[in-house]
């Protein structure tokens, strides 16, 4: 069964710093997808970045980039220069189907950033 | 452009009722999908919906029950509500073209349970 393994339950950091979140993933498909999500305490979830099992190139956007090693199965969130508007909760998600219709989620990693 | 909006907001209910969550999800999305996201359990995959049929479930007792009209937009039901029932409700919608599309959510129901 697939599983996401977020051991971080928070991080700190501060203005203009990068940050890795880390997030692990076990799966038997050889095809899937790996996304993360940013949710604020306001509640709704804001899709941050998506990686493909078969991308060879690290997916980025804008600050964010994901630290893919499918050998190691971790798909680690890296935000660089950090804002204190990306202080929140951060979750590493895998689809539970091919299609990738239904989400397998982490724990969630809080993020506080200070100035 | 619109993205998926949810209703109502907040939501409080005793236990034993029976509660309606509402979902329009964004423009030219036609595959929805329902997550009920607790303190203890985290975010869990509820059920989603396609042309108005169920194409996924997660592992909800039947309590737990949804639709999908013909303009995509969605419902989700719970019926003899329980304690455990207090959760935040998050709607997904996503495009159905390709594998591995990004969902998109709502900002969620927060369903209290008296």
């Known amino acids: 069964a697939q599983k996401i393994t977020q051991t971080q339950p928070g991080m700190f950091v501060q203005e203009k710093e990068a940050v890795t979140l880390d997030c692990t993933y076990d799966?038997?498909?050889?095809?899937?997808?790996l996304f993360w999500y940013k949710q604020p305490s306001s509640g709704e979830m804001i899709f941050l970045i998506y990686?493909?099992?078969?991308?060879?190139q690290n997916a980025t956007e804008g600050r964010y980039s994901l630290n893919f090693q499918k050998a190691r199965k971790s798909a680690n969130l890296v935000i660089s220069a950090s804002q204190l508007g990306d202080s929140a909760m951060y979750f590493c998600a895998m689809n539970l189907n091919q299609a990738g219709t239904a989400l397998i989620f982490g724990k969630g990693t809080t993020l506080s950033v200070s100035s | 452009k619109a993205g998926v909006t949810q209703t109502p907001r907040y939501l409080i209910k005793t236990r034993g009722q029976q509660v309606t969550l509402s979902c329009s999800p964004i423009s030219g999305h036609r595959s929805v999908s329902w997550y009920q996201q607790t303190p203890g359990q985290g975010l869990q995959f509820l059920f989603e919906?396609?042309?108005?049929?169920?194409?996924n479930k997660g592992n909800f007792p039947g309590r737990f029950s949804g639709r999908q009209f013909s303009n995509s937009r969605s419902e989700m039901n719970v019926s003899t509500l329980e304690l455990g029932d207090s959760a935040l409700y998050l709607c997904a919608s996503r495009r159905d073209e390709g594998a591995h599309q990004p969902q998109h959510f709502g900002d969620g129901t927060r369903l209290s349970i008296l």
């Open positions: 990686q493909g099992s078969y991308d060879e």
């Open positions: 799966t038997s498909d050889q095809s899937y997808g």
């Open positions: 919906y396609f042309s108005e049929t169920q194409r």
